[in-house]
């Protein structure tokens, strides 16, 4: 049981969240976003892929008030948020996973004080199988086992096969091909530290430069498995339901499990912006974080396919921007 302790961390964060929610009840204390004066200019935005589509469909959300507005969008990966914020090549940081404490550091030593961080979404991190796959549902340790060489979950075997997994027929003694993320990004650390016991990748994984292109490869792949943000998904795959122990209770992504708990590999994803203390924000980040965290920003987290955060979360974030 020890190997779980690093989970019952983010376990409690979602429970805590889970808590707000029951408070939150949809748009309730979540307000509707109010049109200001004198916005416009341009801004960058350079950090996550999952977060790439989430970012756009905000800054399209935003410019129906001030066309004339400009964000360029790029998402390479979580670690390229950090140094941009730092050069000042760009105002917004989106990252799939919380900035390391060494990010944290390099950027206080040049400013002075640390960077500003918004919870924007809820994310379930998903394993991804092509549509054919009859799979039931996987253990994070039998998940340990098929991406992991060093399987630190404590599987009783490595998973290189689909028939280890209960697969029959043809299924049986297919090769698993597996497919994930590069270095730079957020989900590949996240993956790493909650799905494989902070234990290393095997070297057949094929990395991917993109979320999208890890589900793609899946669809593409009859025996394929991958990972990535549930967002992400597509009609050819089919996400994977997850227990937390073996023997468990399989569970889907949903924003109910998420929230308790129950489905292990739920996630918050953050925005990081450079604020100075006492200092206002620049009219254009202020406006667009304040868009974010309102009842049209949370519905566009919905309608990319992830969870909109609970009311006190946004009461939190829309402190931090005054």
């Known amino acids: 049981m020890t190997r779980f302790i690093f989970l019952i961390a983010s376990v409690a964060v979602f429970a805590h969240a889970g808590a707000q929610a029951q408070q939150s009840e949809g748009d309730a204390g979540i307000p509707a976003y109010q049109k200001v004066s004198g916005i416009s200019g341009s801004a960058s935005s350079i950090g996550s892929d999952t977060m790439n589509n989430l970012m756009t469909l905000w800054l399209e959300g935003f410019r129906k008030y001030y066309p004339n507005v400009k964000i360029q969008v790029e998402g390479k990966?979580?670690?390229?948020?950090?140094?941009?914020?730092?050069?000042?090549?760009?105002?917004?940081?989106?990252?799939?996973?919380?900035?390391?404490?060494?990010?944290?550091?390099?950027?206080?030593?040049?400013?002075?004080?640390p960077p500003t961080v918004l919870r924007t979404s809820l994310d379930a991190l998903a394993i991804f199988v092509n549509k054919d796959n009859p799979i039931r549902g996987l253990s994070l340790p039998q998940v340990d086992a098929i991406f992991s060489k060093t399987r630190r979950g404590e599987y009783k075997e490595n998973i290189a096969r689909w028939g280890q997994v209960g697969l029959k027929g043809d299924w049986e003694n297919a090769a698993l091909s597996l497919y994930g993320r590069n270095s730079a990004s957020g989900t590949y650390g996240f993956f790493k530290d909650?799905?494989?016991?902070?234990?290393?990748?095997?070297?057949?994984?094929?990395?991917?430069?993109?979320?999208?292109?890890?589900?793609?490869g899946v669809a593409e792949d009859r025996y394929g498995i991958g990972y990535s943000?549930?967002?992400?998904?597509?009609?050819?795959?089919?996400?994977?339901?997850?227990?937390?122990?073996?023997?468990?209770?399989?569970?889907e992504g949903t924003i109910e499990n998420v929230i308790d708990g129950s489905y292990p590999l739920g996630r918050f994803l953050y925005l990081y912006i450079n604020k100075a203390p006492n200092k206002p924000l620049d009219p254009l980040v202020r406006e667009f974080c304040k868009f974010i965290f309102s009842q049209e920003g949370q519905k566009i987290v919905n309608k990319d396919g992830y969870m909109p955060v609970p009311a006190l979360v946004v009461k939190e974030a829309r402190e931090k921007l005054e």
């Open 194 to 216: 909650h799905a494989l016991f902070k234990g290393d990748y095997k070297d057949e994984v094929k990395e991917q430069p993109g979320s999208a292109s890890v589900v793609q």
């Open 77 to 113: 990966g979580s670690s390229t948020a950090p140094p941009a914020l730092i050069e000042g090549t760009a105002q917004f940081g989106p990252m799939s996973r919380p900035m390391k404490n060494t990010e944290i550091d390099k950027f206080e030593n040049h400013f002075g004080y």
């Open 229 to 251: 943000g549930i967002g992400y998904r597509t009609s050819g795959v089919r996400i994977v339901p997850l227990s937390l122990e073996t023997g468990g209770e399989f569970k």
